[in-house]
């Protein structure tokens, strides 16, 4: 059991490494088979095409980018009781945490298989789907926790700002990519930061 277990994740990081490097559409099951050193029979073993195989990295992408989220803005509470302290304390260590990445963030699993999305069933749809609503619960909650206790200082929704997070995170590692400047995630996800701060600090008297 523990073998198998072994295989289907050496199968998935293989897999996870060759698509954020050049998508799901160039990665062959050949490649994964040849570099985990399988039998075709082997890779079919754990996932029955692609498309089993990119909805079961989307669903293992989820656990961890939700770990790294419950890591960050639970340790930005820890450190404050107020809701905006903590939501920003979160926010410096979530960009703390991607410029200290080698070679920056690898890239979202997520976005990948959006960019591609015709070549994917129903249920990676409906995987990305679920990651992207995900977000932008958790996100909307730690807002209306600040909301609840600060006034917000312009006209806006706070579903909107939530999917912001998710905009800035992901615009900024694909300017980062573009670019070829690591630092460029976490120098968006400081800017969005500011402007929570803003949006949501008592007017100076």
């Not at 079919?44 to 079961?56: G, I, M, P």
């Not at 890591?71 to 410029?99: C, M, T």
């Not at 609840?148 to 929704?157: E, F, H, L, Q």
């Amino acid at each position: 059991m523990a073998r198998g277990t072994d295989t289907r994740k050496k199968i998935m990081d293989i897999a996870q490494d060759a698509v954020l490097a050049k998508g799901f559409d160039a990665t062959s099951i050949e490649e994964i088979v040849a570099t985990a050193e399988i039998t075709k029979s082997g890779f079919f073993y754990h996932f029955r095409d692609k498309n089993a195989l990119a909805h079961a990295l989307i669903e293992r992408h989820i656990i961890v980018e939700d770990a790294l989220f419950d890591d960050v803005l639970g340790r930005g509470k820890e450190l404050s009781d107020d809701p905006l302290q903590a939501a920003l304390i979160g926010l410096k260590l979530l960009a703390e945490l991607i410029e200290d990445m080698p070679g920056g963030h690898p890239g979202c699993i997520v976005a990948t298989a959006v960019y591609q999305d015709r070549l994917f069933d129903k249920n990676v749809h409906e995987a990305n789907r679920r990651a992207v609503q995900g977000w932008r619960a958790r996100f909307l909650a730690m807002f209306e926790e600040i909301a609840a206790v600060y006034p917000i200082r312009d006209d806006v929704a706070l579903a909107h700002l939530a999917d912001m997070v998710s905009a800035v995170v992901e615009g900024g590692l694909l300017m980062s990519r573009a670019m070829g400047d690591p630092k460029i995630t976490a120098q968006q996800v400081l800017l969005m930061r500011s402007y929570v701060k803003l949006l949501f600090s008592p007017t100076a008297q």
